[in-house]
């Protein structure tokens, strides 16, 4: 017993001390990274939640430079010289970060929970999730206001336009269904809105 006890304190410390190592021996490792996305550079941008700041890399993997974030980012969407992030800790935001000065241009309040914001078809307004007041919201980034926001089934978490930008297809956190099958559609919801129609769609996956 006492051999058995000690063998497995010795393999926990000596996991603990190869973690260490590999940590302290990283160039600038990621932490806790919620997103990446590619600039017109070919440069990696990540937001790590772990230490509240947007990182940039080379394709090499070098640490170029890093911008703080008074809240936890959450997702991030790139367009020249902006980035526009999703953050959350008390209330949702998206905000507009400028990468020539790390500069936050301006913080747009969306909902609890913001999280992957993208573009919508014709690139003028940007789409947030709001994965904890189970709603989506569109966005006017010039003139940094919420332009409307819809319901959508239970905690939103990403999102994408149909090719023809008529529908949007929301993926949700929801209890299974019982009775379906791996890898089926559970349920769906139709929202009918002035020039989109918003659809969202539950499906369960097994990995």
Do not use: W
């Amino acid at each position: 017993m006492r051999t058995s006890k000690y063998i497995l304190r010795t393999s926990l410390m000596a996991c603990f001390v190869s973690c260490c190592i590999s940590f302290a021996s990283a160039d600038n490792p990621p932490f806790f990274t919620t997103d990446i996305k590619l600039n017109d550079k070919g440069e990696m941008l990540l937001t790590e939640k772990g230490m509240k700041r947007v990182d940039v890399f080379s394709a090499d993997g070098k640490l170029l430079r890093s911008f703080p974030m008074d809240e936890t980012p959450t997702g991030i969407l790139v367009d020249g010289d902006k980035a526009y992030v999703t953050t959350f800790e008390k209330t949702g935001k998206l905000q507009i970060l400028l990468l020539e000065s790390g500069r936050v241009e301006a913080a747009i309040p969306t909902g609890s929970g913001a999280c992957h914001p993208m573009f919508g078809p014709d690139k003028k307004t940007i789409y947030v999730c709001n994965q904890f007041e189970n709603t989506v919201s569109e966005i006017d980034p010039v003139n940094h206001k919420v332009l409307r926001t819809v319901k959508v089934l239970r905690e939103p978490k990403s999102a994408v336009f149909s090719k023809d930008g008529k529908y949007m297809y929301v993926t949700n956190f929801r209890v299974p269904i019982k009775g379906t099958r791996k890898g089926t559609i559970h349920s769906r919801r139709h929202l009918s809105l002035p020039y989109l129609l918003l659809r969202s769609k539950v499906a369960k996956f097994e990995m």
